[in-house]
Structure formats: structure tokens, C-alpha cells
């Protein structure tokens, strides 16, 4: 049997045939999902178990340190889960990305004359998409619990600025998912980078009852300013500096670690 000759990596395609193809391909990851919905269960149960499992499990001993009870948390949490949300999805793309080596899928999508870019930013679109879905079971789950948007634009531009963070770190688990050997060693990796920035952030609790060198831990910590920023969009407060703060670290990571996946993704033997 004749190997299949891969077409060379640099050929310069067309930005029309990029788009065209990454089209296509988001067309098939969509397709595939529509063919096993049990991929989509770590959206729908991941913001609806957290949810629950915070809101009234922590809700009324941490929302008293907030000057309220349960319902002052609802109001504190549920924001702070948007931002956790795309950090959990932007590891499962890197999961799914190294599954796919293994199943010879990116080696049938690395012989046929498409440009490998587009083969990441089809990823990535569709990962978002999963991302935007669990983010309405979120608010939904958090409407019911005792939720209330006091800023409908605001809430349009967390979401927003929740995808653009998002997809910066879908590109470091990218590059995770080209160059790590499986897709447990993916997680385990996952897992490690991703607790201590969860937890030691003011997602969950406000840094203020945190020990002194872990609250200066959260003051640099992105998923803080997402966090800070979405709860300003949401229900007001303080915004801008964690905006900026936010979008630069979005800009920042993309800038460096989108090179990066798609060399690693050229050039995996």
C-alpha cells in the first residue's frame, strides 16, 4: 500500500481557500457532534453542577464575608464561574486535539492540500461555540438560583470578552495537545496549571481573606481580571482596569502560543 504523500506545509493557499476550508471543517466537528452528543455533556453538566455545588454549599458562609448571605454570593459567583468556564473549555480542545493524532485524523487532514491553520482555527471555532452553549446553561442555572443581570449590555460584553480569553488559552492547550504524548498526560497537565490559577483567583471568594503573598498571587492572575471585569459588566463596579488587564493578557497569549501551535502542528513527525 502506497503512503500518502503529504503536500508541503508552507504552500501558500489563498486567504479565500483558508477561509473555505476552515469552513468545512467546522461543518465536520459540528456534524461529528450532532453524531455523538454525549460530547457535549461536559457543557451542559460542568456550569449546572458548579453552580449548584458553590451556591449552596460555600453560598451562605462566603456571601456573609461579602456583607450579604446566599443571595450576595449568587451575584458574586456566577460571574466569576464565566470566566472559570473558558479555561475548563480550553482544555478539553487540547484533549480532543490529541485524541485526534491518535486516531490518524490529523494525519488524514495533514495529507490533503488545506492549509494546517485552518485545521486549528476550526477547532477552536467550534470549541467556542461549546463554550457560548455552556455559558447560557450558566446564566440560566444562575437566573434560577437567584441571579440577577442588572446590565444586559454589560452581560453581552462579559461573554464577549469570556470567549476572547478563552480562545487565547485554546491556543496553549493546542500546542499541549500537538506535543504531549497522549491525552491523559494532557489533562494531568491541564489539571496542574489550571487548580492554582482557579483557585488562588477571586473566583470563588474575595482575595481580601486570602493569606498576604496569595492575595498578591491574585492580583496578577488573569482569571482574576476576567473575573473582576465580568462582575463590573454584569453588576456593576470597578471595569476598566480589569478590562485592559484581561484583553492584554488575551492579546499577549495569542500573540506568542498561536505561532507556536501551528510550527508544532507543521512540523509533528
Known amino acids: 500500500m502506497t503512503a500518502t504523500t503529504p503536500h508541503p506545509a508552507d504552500?501558500?493557499?489563498?486567504?479565500?481557500?483558508?477561509?473555505?476550508?476552515?469552513?468545512?471543517?467546522?461543518?465536520?466537528?459540528?456534524?461529528?457532534?450532532?453524531?455523538?452528543?454525549?460530547?457535549?455533556?461536559?457543557?451542559v453538566l460542568f456550569p449546572v453542577v458548579f453552580t449548584l455545588l458553590f451556591v449552596y454549599v460555600f453560598g451562605g458562609s462566603i456571601g456573609q464575608s461579602l456583607g450579604g448571605g446566599?443571595?450576595?454570593?449568587?451575584?458574586?459567583?456566577?460571574?466569576?464561574?464565566?470566566?472559570?468556564?473558558?479555561?475548563?473549555?480550553?482544555?478539553g480542545v487540547g484533549t480532543g486535539f490529541n485524541q485526534d493524532f491518535g486516531t490518524g485524523v490529523m494525519d488524514r487532514f495533514r495529507s490533503l492540500p488545506i492549509g494546517r491553520?485552518?485545521?486549528?482555527?476550526?477547532?477552536?471555532?467550534?470549541?467556542?461555540?461549546?463554550?457560548?452553549?455552556?455559558?447560557?446553561?450558566?446564566?440560566v442555572v444562575?437566573?434560577?438560583?437567584?441571579?440577577?443581570?442588572?446590565d444586559?449590555?454589560?452581560?453581552?460584553?462579559?461573554?464577549g470578552l469570556s470567549v476572547l480569553f478563552g480562545s487565547a488559552l485554546m491556543w496553549v492547550f493546542l500546542t499541549l495537545g500537538v506535543v504531549m504524548k497522549n491525552a491523559q498526560s494532557v489533562q494531568a497537565m491541564g489539571f496542574l496549571v489550571l487548580m492554582p490559577l482557579q483557585f488562588?483567583?477571586?473566583?470563588?471568594?474575595?482575595?481580601?481573606?486570602?493569606?498576604?503573598?496569595?492575595?498578591?498571587?491574585?492580583?496578577?492572575?488573569?482569571?482574576?481580571?476576567?473575573a473582576d471585569a465580568a462582575r463590573g459588566l454584569m453588576v456593576g463596579g470597578p471595569v476598566a482596569g480589569d478590562l485592559w488587564m484581561t484583553i492584554g493578557w488575551s492579546v499577549a497569549i495569542t500573540a506568542v502560543m498561536a505561532p507556536v501551535a501551528v510550527h508544532k502542528f507543521r512540523t509533528k513527525a
Do not use: C
Not at 443571595?71 to 475548563?88: D, T, W
Not at 482575595?207 to 476576567?226: A, I, K
Open 117 to 139: 491553520g485552518s485545521v486549528l482555527f476550526a477547532k477552536i471555532a467550534v470549541e467556542l461555540v461549546r463554550m457560548l452553549f455552556a455559558t447560557v446553561v450558566l446564566l
Open 11 to 43: 504552500a501558500r493557499i489563498p486567504l479565500r481557500g483558508h477561509v473555505r476550508h476552515t469552513g468545512a471543517l467546522v461543518r465536520r466537528n459540528l456534524l461529528w457532534i450532532r453524531q455523538d452528543p454525549e460530547s457535549m455533556f461536559d457543557a
Open 152 to 159: 444586559w449590555a454589560g452581560l453581552f460584553a462579559a461573554v
Open 142 to 150: 444562575g437566573v434560577l438560583v437567584g441571579f440577577d443581570v442588572t
Open 200 to 226: 488562588g483567583s477571586s473566583i470563588f471568594a474575595p482575595p481580601q481573606s486570602m493569606p498576604g503573598w496569595l492575595e498578591r498571587f491574585t492580583e496578577y492572575n488573569p482569571l482574576s481580571s476576567l
Open 70 to 91: 446566599q443571595e450576595q454570593y449568587v451575584q458574586y459567583i456566577v460571574p466569576g464561574l464565566m470566566a472559570m468556564m473558558g479555561m475548563n473549555m480550553a482544555q
